[in-house]
Nanobody, 121 residues
Framework: QVRLVESGGGEVQAGGSLRLSCTVSGYTGYLAWFRQAPGKEREGVAAIATSGGDTYYAQPARGRFTIAYDNAKKTGYLQMNGLKPEDTATYYC?????????????????WGLGTPVTVSS
């Protein structure tokens, strides 16, 4: 059974940084981060192949966010730098990829409960 637990969210000022963590159990394969702001659809942020480290980023994340995975710790990370107010959302970790597009929420079968991120201006 796949279990994902996110942590590391919080409130920061614009321009600040946060590192989100996702502890993973019962799974190996692709791992992704998504986010959902109030009143908006869940959107893909970044994904990684936990076996080989290939990474994929949505346009808003490129150049500011870095996804990583530590196989020894079975933990995924999302380092977020240069945060903007529009990055405010609940961030979710996803596993068990079964679709064709890594950054589409419908392609993922397992989700954590999320960790909230608030960026103030």
């Amino acid at each position: 059974q796949v279990r994902l637990v996110e942590s590391g969210g919080g409130e920061v000022q614009a321009g600040g940084s946060l590192r989100l963590s996702c502890t993973v159990s019962g799974y190996t394969g692709y791992l992704a981060w998504f986010r959902q702001a109030p009143g908006k659809e869940r959107e893909g942020v970044a994904a990684i192949a936990t076996s080989g480290g290939d990474t994929y980023y949505a346009q808003p994340a490129r150049g500011r966010f870095t996804i990583a995975y530590d196989n020894a710790k079975k933990t995924g990370y999302l380092q977020m730098n240069g945060l903007k107010p529009e990055d405010t959302a609940t961030y979710y970790c996803a596993a068990d990829f079964r679709g064709t597009s890594l950054l589409q929420a419908e392609a993922w079968n397992s989700w954590g409960l999320g960790t909230p991120v608030t960026v103030s201006s």
